[in-house]
Every structure is written in C-alpha cells, then in structure tokens.
C-alpha cells in the first residue's frame, strides 16, 4: 500500500497570504494524484486531479504540481472560505490512499 | 447536475449487516465509476470501494473485503454498499462519490455508521 504524507499538519496563514502544502508518496505515484478540501461536517470537494488539473470550477488561485512522489498545493490570496483540511490522494494503485491531511488555519 | 444523496446509516451490533444507498438524481449515472469512502469520527479519508460504469468490476480495500459488497442499478440510479460482519472499527461517516476511475469528482453528504452494542 503506498503511503501519502502531508506536511504540515497544520498551517497557519494569514488571509490575504500564500499557503503551500506538501504531500509525499511513498513510492511513486506518477501524476495520479489529486486533492481535496474539506470543512467541518461537509463532504470532500475536488480541486485537483492529475496533480496540476483543477477541477470544474475551482478558482484560478489553486494550483498544484509536481509528480513522482512530491507534490505541492498552492494556494494564492487566501479567502476566508479557503481555511479547512486538505487532503492528497494517490490513484496510481489500488487500494487509492489518502494522505492524512492538513489543517490550514488563519493566522 | 449530478446530486448524491446517501442512506441507509445507522446504530448496529458488532456482527450485524447494513444496506447503504446513494441515488443520483442526475442523468448520467450509468457513465460514472462510482465510490465509497469513509471516515471514522475525527479522522482522516479511507477509500473503501469502487465499482465501473457497468457493474462488472470492483474494488475493495483489504479491511472490508469479503465482508462488504458493493453494487449498483443503472436502471434506478443508485449505488449500493452492503455491509456485513460490522467491526467497531467500522464505525465511520460513509461517503458515495461519482466520477473518475480513480476519483471523485462529485460527493455526497454522507450517512453516518455506528457499530456499537
């Protein structure tokens, strides 16, 4: 099973500001990641998927890169509603892994 | 636009069986690989099924496999996740999830499971 670590485990950043996340695979992943965002009490929502691609309707100020395994989520002007947990996902193999998060919080 | 709504959670003994329902109201279920992920109290995301457009392939993570099944019916829209042999560590938020073969682009609200005595 390939394990995803995420980095920090939490972030604190001001609005306004940038925030960069980190996420590791144990083994590489090829593009085959993607991310979420989730707040609390709500459903995952896609951002990213083949590690650069944002998803339908996703603000211009997400962005993510990388390949192998380092990946790397940006977030560019933070906006209130950007504070939550994100997580990685690898899909390269089965069983699909989800690193295990990272809290982003205002500073 | 695709909209999940799952059901079927609930409080059952360890040792007991439970039926989780998605139903999509869109109208293109049939085209999606559809997925259950779940996620204990306070922690993180742990994928746990999958299933093709069609129906004729699945997936399953070792923790469930051979105690849970997952299902769908094109004609009704709805995906299915039967669970048997529940563990106290089955106890989680359990999410269906539409879209890709590896992932979700389009998530439901999620049915809390308790497997509790």
């Known amino acids: 099973e390939i394990v995803m670590t995420q980095s920090p485990a939490t972030l604190s950043v001001s609005p306004g500001e940038r925030a960069t996340l980190s996420c590791r695979a144990s083994q590489s992943v090829s593009s085959n990641l993607a991310w979420y965002q989730q707040n609390p009490g709500q459903a995952p929502r896609l951002l990213i998927d083949g590690a650069s691609t944002r998803a339908t309707g996703i603000p211009a100020r997400f962005s993510g890169s990388g390949s192998g395994t380092e990946f790397t989520l940006t977030i560019n002007s933070l906006q209130s509603e950007d504070f939550a947990v994100y997580y990685c996902q690898q899909y390269n193999n089965w069983p699909f892994t989800f690193g295990q998060g990272t809290r982003l919080e205002i500073k | 636009e695709v909209q999940l709504v799952e059901s079927g959670g609930g409080l059952v003994q360890p040792g007991g069986s439970l039926r989780l329902s998605c139903a999509d109201s869109g109208f293109t279920f049939s085209t999606y690989w559809m997925h259950w992920v779940r996620q204990a109290p306070g922690k993180g995301l742990v994928w746990v099924s999958r299933i093709n457009s069609d129906g004729s392939s699945t997936s399953y993570a070792d923790s469930v496999r051979g105690r849970f099944t997952i299902s769908r019916d094109n004609a009704k829209n709805t995906l299915y996740l039967q669970m048997n042999s529940l563990r106290a560590e089955d106890t989680a938020v359990y999410f269906c999830?539409?879209?890709?073969w590896g992932w979700g682009v389009y998530w439901g609200q999620g049915t809390l499971v308790t497997v509790s005595s």
């Open positions: 999830a539409s879209g890709s």
